[in-house]
């Protein structure tokens, strides 16, 4: 029996070099089992043959068994198509191909029995299949439920006529050629005591159920094992990681943050920033070193928990840094912190790129001096001329902005690598979080810091406009400053530009008493930041733009948030642009405007914006709606494995169950050497070669 994990997929029954090439390409198949690992995405029963006369036009798949009575081509070039009509003998419907007419007449023959199954729909008064599928009745197997298999195919693949009935058959060929069982890939106690069906099972009857109960075990199995050994990787991981670095321990509490806390502090800490703050202050002096994601909706108070956590490294003798993604909000966060500590002794200096060398020189020699006590830059912050003197506490804002090496980069800046707080304003369901930063611990602020409004969100079509510009301009009047969001979409970015364009022209004409302003993705970075700035001091009123004031812009005199085209927005995006409003006392307002025709699904995700302001709730729905692959505002293409079967946004509970498993098994195999998991460190070390980078998790 050859290796399955290195056999390639070029010497299978029925696939050869041309087909090999367009898999490896189109699904990255490569092997004997990356093939038997593409799952089907769907069943049809083919159980039940219907009669012709019970046929109508909206019935999903249907079978029928019947001769093709003659053949009629209509049409020419590229309009050609071939009609079969067939019957059973209660009625006559058409069969329709419109590609592959001399293929079909040469392969199929009138007043023959087949068994033909497609999708009927209706055409001129009359029910068609187009390009149905044609068995003849001994050939065709069904299974006893007789459920078909369906796999996602892409145009690529159907053009090399690698269609998904094409697919079932290959599988069907290749398990058949598989004689001796799969081995296994969990240990046989984990089977037993979990209750699980043996991988060779699971496998033949995810590609071919017997019946719909083997096909729920089947999907249990493998779902099961996929998220186990992601969860394991990632746990041993993290055991590794806390065993080879050795924190700095922080061992006081000192004068810098006990004179801050008594004379800085601008507000009374709700009780979710004192939690997070014991959190913090557990993991600076325990000896290990600090990996912790501090999750907290926009306004909630991360920067000021974060100023905090950087004021225990100078009393500890450290310096401290805070990397930003944009330099927009690299200055904020410098003009917020040299705020927050007015009248304190604490040398704080900002580096980005555009800092001329003249102010750089002074900046890196204090840093090797150890004077500049708190570093705040974007990505300039991790260049090989950085150097710290000690730093102790790097944190980190909107980390899904930030690549793996630019994270690493930071570690290699001090002889142990400092302490990691990691923030991020975008709300991360919790089966997400497990998986995404798995070895990171979590912390949640939970709370809106006293005075805060929740914000009003208000749901309207594009047909009113004339109300909304009255609502706009009476807060205008009020002295209030608008965004009005566009949407700026790769597929249609030309159309879009030229809608946020007209929008501009249009806002001006209807508030011409009022400075407006505009930014875009597209515009170079100084006429963004220009027009930025006119919003930010106050000299423009309205500021018309993209998402990309999504992460950043704090002006806590802007009360209105309009989103327009709101339809094409997820919602954490959503969200993240409501954010932006609600930041001083102000009654704060965020109206999405949409066309009148919506679909179900986006009808949904405006309800839910419309009726809560909490992110988390918001952010199970948007996983829910939208699935992990695809959380805008979160980025999440960055999820370091490729999940075949399961579903993070579904399988949340099976996700939990898992992780504790693999949590006792990391706790009571600490070295890897209990002969019963021999085959669990096997396994994981094998995919850790193949498709899992552990490192980018974290």
Request: aromatic share 8%; glycine share 6%.
């Amino acid at each position: 029996m050859f290796d399955i994990a290195t056999r390639d997929i070029k010497y299978i029954t029925g696939v050869g070099p041309q087909k090999a090439d367009v898999l490896n390409k189109e699904l990255k198949i490569f092997t004997l089992r990356d093939f038997i690992y593409y799952f089907p995405y769907k069943y049809v029963d083919r159980s039940r043959i219907y009669y012709v006369h019970e046929v109508d036009g909206n019935m999903p798949y249907i079978q029928l068994k019947g001769k093709i009575l003659s053949f009629e081509t209509f049409g020419e070039g590229r309009q050609r198509r071939l009609v079969g009509h067939f019957s059973d003998g209660t009625g006559v419907i058409d069969l329709v191909w419109f590609q592959g007419i001399k293929y079909i007449t040469g392969r199929y023959k009138a007043n023959e029995e087949y068994i033909v199954f497609g999708k009927p729909t209706v055409f001129g008064g009359r029910i068609n299949v187009a390009h149905p599928d044609l068995d003849k009745p001994d050939e065709l197997k069904l299974t006893s439920k007789g459920l078909q298999p369906y796999y996602v195919t892409t145009e690529k693949m159907k053009r090399s006529f690698l269609s998904s009935p094409i697919m079932a058959k290959m599988m069907a060929t290749v398990l058949q050629q598989l004689t001796t069982p799969l081995p296994e890939t969990l240990p046989a106690w984990m089977i037993a005591e979990h209750h699980l069906m043996p991988l060779n099972e699971a496998i033949r009857n995810i590609h071919f159920p017997t019946n719909s109960e083997a096909l729920r075990r089947a999907e249990h199995r493998l779902k099961f094992e996929e998220l186990f050994y992601i969860q394991l990787g990632i746990l041993r991981y993290a055991k590794d990681r806390q065993a080879k670095y050795r924190g700095f321990v922080f061992e006081k509490v000192a004068d810098i943050f006990n004179t801050f806390y008594s004379q800085n502090l601008p507000f009374q800490l709700t009780n979710a920033q004192k939690r997070v703050l014991k959190e913090i202050r557990y993991d600076v002096g325990c000896g290990r070193q600090m990996n912790r994601l501090l999750q907290g909706d926009v306004g909630s108070g991360k920067t000021l928990v974060a100023l905090m956590s950087m004021l225990m490294a100078l009393d500890n003798g450290y310096q401290a840094c805070l990397m930003a993604p944009t330099e927009i909000l690299a200055n904020q966060h410098f003009e917020t912190i040299k705020q927050l500590l007015c009248g304190m002794n604490v040398r704080v200096e900002l580096l980005t790129g555009s800092v001329t060398k003249k102010k750089r020189e002074p900046i890196l020699s204090g840093l090797i001096s150890g004077d500049v006590k708190i570093l705040i830059g974007t990505h300039a912050v991790i260049e090989e001329t950085v150097q710290f003197n000690s730093l102790g506490l790097v944190v980190i804002d909107e980390q899904h902005r930030f690549g793996v090496a630019q994270r690493a980069r930071l570690w290699s800046k001090n002889v142990n690598p400092p302490h990691v707080l990691v923030m991020t304003a975008t709300p991360i369901p919790r089966t997400l979080a497990m998986t995404l930063y798995g070895d990171l611990d979590v912390s949640v602020i939970d709370e809106l810091p006293p005075g805060r409004k929740p914000i009003v969100t208000q749901h309207q079509f594009d047909n009113r406009r004339e109300s909304l510009n009255q609502s706009i301009r009476r807060q205008l009047i009020e002295g209030r400053q608008v965004y009005i969001v566009y949407p700026l979409i790769k597929e249609s970015e030309k159309i879009d530009l030229k809608n946020l364009e007209e929008g501009y022209l249009h806002i001006c004409d209807a508030f011409p008493e009022f400075k407006v302003c505009k930014v875009h993705g597209k515009m170079k970075a100084a006429e963004k930041d220009e027009q930025m700035q006119l919003f930010v001091s106050g000299e423009a009123k309205i500021m018309v733009a993209t998402t990309v004031i999504e992460v950043g812009v704090n002006v806590p005199n802007a009360s209105v948030m309009v989103i327009e085209n709101a339809e094409r927005f997820g919602l954490s995006q959503l969200h993240q642009l409501r954010g932006r409003v609600g930041r001083g006392a102000d009654q704060s307002y965020c109206i999405l405007v949409t066309t009148y025709k919506l679909a179900d699904d986006t009808r949904k995700r405006l309800e839910i914006m419309v009726r809560t302001n909490d992110g988390f709730e918001i952010a199970e729905a948007d996983l829910k709606l939208r699935g992990p692959g695809d959380l805008e505002g979160t980025q999440q293409s960055g999820v370091a494995f490729d999940l075949k079967i399961a579903d993070i946004a579904r399988d949340g509970q099976l996700l939990q169950y898992v992780r504790q498993i693999a949590q006792n098994i990391v706790d009571a195999d600490p070295n890897n050497n209990l002969p019963q998991n021999d085959i669990l460190w096997q396994q994981l070390r094998a995919l850790r070669k193949s498709n899992v980078n552990w490192a980018s998790i974290s």
